[in-house]
């Protein structure tokens, strides 16, 4: 699955609680702990503090 996509829960595979992103520039990572309102987000995406855009750790769910 890839950011496109979508959860089972209608949700976009990168805004629901347990989802982690990782940077491939400086490795941070987070973890998405409570995914919020669906209606107030403008992107699926996360940047990181070091300006790059964060990827799905894990891509196959």
Do not use: W
Not at 22 to 39: F, L, P, Q, T, W
Request: glycine residues 10%; negative net charge; charged residues 25%.
């Amino acid at each position: 699955m890839n950011q496109a996509q979508t959860h089972q829960s209608g949700q976009s595979a990168g805004r629901y609680d347990g989802t982690d992103f990782v940077c491939d520039n400086c490795g941070c990572e987070i973890m998405v702990k409570h995914a919020g309102d669906a209606s107030k987000h403008s992107s699926d995406t996360y940047t990181c503090r070091c300006g790059r855009p964060m990827r799905l750790e894990h891509s196959d769910r």
